[in-house]
């Protein structure tokens, strides 16, 4: 799977769009653009994903880019609950479903 | 409602004692997985499940075993277990393997080995 990287922290105004990036410039063809976030120590929880084409459900957007090198994950309106750990991860469709979480991006909102 | 559970939720324990954290999920999904959780290190992978009977080393299988005979139950068992297993671990489950599934995760287990 292709690896990921992401800045380490980010922060963003209340109400205001936060926009995540994620860096996966070996990424194949096959592999899916995955975003989970992480509160406190909970569980990760699954944002969105997709292949090639933006994305988008009632928590966020997910733009790739042409290329899939990269990609951004967008909240449109950030809350003080969206302060979380966000972790981009690639993953292809026959892997051994190994998810790579990497680090993440620590995201604090700030009222 | 559709969730993973993992009991206990803390466990303190010391060195050699056998143990096991239970996870069950009831969406009837194929596939499930242990991570363990340290700082500065993200989430690792330590087992993973395809299916009943099936199981497979991740990325930290070293001291922990597993077993999959019913495909709602995944539970991690550390036969001896070392201090540099504390850890915070979460199972994990989804529809199948491959891209395109989501995992969804339950809420952790804290382990403390003294």
């Known amino acids: 799977d292709a690896k990921t990287t992401q800045p380490p922290s980010m922060d963003c105004a209340e109400g205001r769009a936060a926009n995540l990036p994620c860096n996966h410039s070996t990424i194949s063809g096959n592999e899916y653009v995955y975003w989970y976030r992480q509160i406190h120590s909970q569980g990760p929880q699954y944002i969105i994903h997709?292949?090639?084409n933006n994305e988008t459900n009632e928590m966020a957007s997910l733009i790739i880019t042409e290329d899939r090198k990269s990609s951004t994950l967008i909240l449109p309106h950030a809350t003080l609950r969206d302060t979380a750990v966000y972790y981009c991860i690639v993953r292809g469709l026959n892997t051994g479903n190994q998810f790579y979480f990497g680090t993440g991006t620590s995201l604090t909102v700030i009222p | 409602e559709a969730q993973v559970t993992q009991n206990p939720r803390y466990l303190i324990t010391v060195t050699g004692k056998k143990l096991t954290v239970t996870c069950s999920q009831n969406?009837?999904?194929?596939?499930m997985s242990w991570y363990r959780q340290d700082p500065g290190l993200g989430l690792r992978q330590i087992y993973y499940?395809?299916?009943?009977?099936?199981?497979d080393k991740g990325d930290v299988p070293e001291g922990y075993k597993v077993s999959r005979k019913e495909k709602r139950n995944f539970p991690l068992i550390l036969e001896s277990p070392s201090p540099n297993q504390t850890s915070l671990y979460f199972c994990?489950?989804?529809?199948?393997?491959?891209?395109?599934?989501?995992?969804?995760f339950g809420p952790g287990t804290r382990l403390t080995v003294t």
């Open positions: 499940s395809m299916n009943v009977e099936v199981t």
């Open positions: 994990a489950s989804s529809l199948a393997q491959g891209g395109g599934y989501e995992q969804y």
């Open positions: 969406m009837n999904h194929e596939y």
């Open positions: 997709g292949l090639k």
